[in-house]
């Protein structure tokens, strides 16, 4: 076994060859989407089933095409940010693929312009089955789109609505806070101060969130009015459309009802006690009488480090147990140099998973730097990519898209696979303890603290739709209110804590977004109950559910493991087994601590 981590990198020729042939096969897709656009422009409501499977088909194609040179140009500039080929190629990429998306947008408009009752025919053919959950979503915006000078005259505010958004982005991305992390004083950005919450050091932690707040507070009222100009703004467009609740665009984009939404974050709201122990256990781990926001994610316990090889072996052993078709993906994955592993000078940051086509593998970009958390991103990636994978055999290329609630529940359940492999297997106890912490912290991040923002929104919305201004004092005790009934007396919230809403990018960008993670958190948590109860039963069933790809709604995609989303009692049960995480937590810090 190799015991040095190599540099391995992308593979991109199974993309492209080179910026050059790139810009020739976007030419020739561009020549594609004119050709599409001149024999079906003003048909599109007269064709037949197998006319308008033809023609969903060639779309099918042309997309995988595009999606295979958009990716290329993405990865390329993932790999070198600064370089100026691969910035000329995005550019291009992006003008090409909004002017490509132009000549086809009316393929859309005028399959929603059908009337109901000859859709629904049409749908119920065999020749669309493929495409019918895809279409049928598509014809639930009918009701809320206006007439075209409407919706001209929307279209045309939209630049000031991004004026709105780019002044809040720039606001909290110039930041520029004076902070000595040790080395002496820095200027210091949003994240850089967040980053140190995860370090040993309680006084540097202690320090990096006073230092946030006293730069937020001369900030604080602009972004306040950002964000009442564009609550207020999406108040008055819902009101024009129709629709009736300030939520019911995202929860419609994430194809789950109003009910369903309301059910787990109540059941959410109602199991903060777990937290709470966990607070209290950790305050004792860490010597304190009570926990203060800077320690919520102090690191506990000293793992071990993990060569690039030994994180290979966790994943391809834990896929392996589960079900060995994940483990073989996983290879063929890593065997054809589709993932880069190593941090460089000019490489994007984090880690993502980029599904291509039917015919080539999805990428994954890693920053691995030997931690224990960088062996379940691995894990957490590959949950993507074998998702895209199978999603891709099992649907067409539109069908196998998922929403953003669907999309991060394989990850996450890939991701649990690992941990709990590593959690049987590991005797390090150090490390085994901050597994556990880990895994429990990521879960109450994704849960509750994202619930918790949601509800934020819903009453910064009820404030402003009672006609009462979004001022940065208001916004300041709603996020107290919503943020105290999480926390409770288990954690002291700072009183700079109170502009902690100000600068969240979700609020300002895509409103509700968070209760999706809170979502995909949850439904893994209830998969991986029915997986423990009966894992032979249960393996082959969750594949099927990751070859279904996007091809119903989420609802109808889980409903095969008995779960009925809607109900109350479904989310509870989740909440058992994230107290089964808890106990293990308690129990496995404790037993490093002798
Ligand atoms: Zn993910």
């Not at 033809?54 to 990716?71: A, I, K, N, T």
């Not at 200027?187 to 969130?209: D, N, T, W």
Request: net charge negative.
């Amino acid at each position: 076994m190799a015991t040095t981590d190599q540099d391995i990198r992308w593979e991109l020729s199974d993309l492209c060859s080179d910026a050059d042939e790139a810009r020739e096969h976007w030419d020739a897709a561009s020549a594609r989407a004119r050709d599409i656009a001149t024999r079906y422009r003003g048909t599109v409501g007269e064709l037949d089933a197998p006319a308008l499977r033809e023609l969903f088909d060639e779309l099918d194609d042309l997309e995988q095409e595009l999606s295979r040179l958009g990716v290329y140009s993405y990865l390329r500039l993932s790999m070198a940010a600064t370089e100026v080929e691969a910035n000329d190629l995005a550019t291009f990429s992006r003008e090409r693929s909004a002017e490509i998306e132009n000549d086809l947008v009316f393929v859309g408009l005028e399959w929603i312009a059908i009337a109901d009752d000859r859709a629904e025919q049409l749908l119920a053919s065999d020749e669309l089955a493929a495409y019918a959950h895809k279409l049928r979503v598509e014809r639930l915006e009918k009701p809320y789109v206006l007439s075209e000078a409407e919706e001209q005259a929307l279209n045309a505010r939209r630049p000031m609505v991004s004026a709105w958004q780019s002044l809040h982005d720039r606001q909290v991305s110039t930041m520029e806070i004076p902070f000595d992390a040790g080395d002496g004083p820095e200027p210091h950005g949003v994240s850089r101060l967040l980053s140190y919450l995860y370090r040993p050091e309680r006084e540097l932690r202690l320090r990096a969130v006073d230092a946030l707040y006293e730069g937020l507070e001369p900030r604080v009222d602009v972004l306040a009015a950002a964000y009442d100009a564009l609550v207020g703004d999406r108040l008055t467009t819902d009101r024009l459309r129709g629709y009736t609740s300030p939520m019911q665009p995202t929860n419609m984009a994430n194809e789950l009802d109003d009910e369903t939404v309301e059910a787990m974050m109540s059941a959410t709201e109602e199991s903060y006690g777990i937290a709470h122990r966990w607070f209290a256990a950790k305050a004792e781990r860490l010597g304190l009488d009570k926990l203060t926001l800077a320690d919520q994610y102090a690191p506990i316990g000293d793992p071990r480090r993990f060569t690039w090889d030994e994180a290979v072996d966790v994943v391809d052993r834990s896929y392996t147990r589960f079900h060995p078709r994940l483990a073989e993906i996983f290879r063929e994955c890593v065997d054809a140099g589709h993932v880069d592993v190593l941090p460089r000078q000019g490489k994007a940051t984090g880690a993502y998973c980029t599904s291509v086509s039917k015919t080539i593998l999805p990428y994954v970009l890693m920053n691995f730097t030997n931690r224990l958390r960088d062996v379940s991103t691995l894990a957490h990636e590959f949950g993507h990519a074998t998702h895209n994978v199978l999603a891709l055999e099992g649907q067409t290329y539109r069908s196998h898209r998922v929403g953003l609630p669907l999309a991060e529940v394989p990850s996450t359940f890939a991701q649990s696979i690992a941990d709990d492999y590593l959690l049987e297997n590991e005797t390090d106890v150090g490390t085994r303890a901050a597994l556990a912490a880990d895994r429990l912290e990521n879960a109450f991040a994704a849960i509750y603290r994202q619930s918790v923002l949601a509800r934020f929104e819903q009453r910064a919305y009820a404030v402003r739709g009672e006609g009462r201004s979004l001022a940065a004092e208001r916004l300041n005790e709603l996020w107290w209110e919503e943020n105290g009934k999480y926390y409770g007396d288990s954690l002291e919230m700072p009183d700079g804590y109170r502009m902690g809403w100000s600068y969240i990018p979700h609020f300002i960008h895509v409103r509700f977004y968070t209760y999706a993670y809170s979502f995909a958190q949850l439904v893994a948590l209830l998969l991986y109950r029915r997986y423990r109860e009966d894992a032979k039963a249960f393996a082959p069933k969750y594949l099927d559910l990751l070859r279904a790809g996007g091809s119903a709604s989420p609802a109808d995609l889980v409903a095969p493991f008995g779960l009925d989303l809607r109900s109350p009692d479904t989310w509870r049960e989740a909440f058992a087994e994230l107290e089964a995480f808890c106990d293990e937590a308690v129990t496995l810090t404790a037993q490093a601590q002798q």
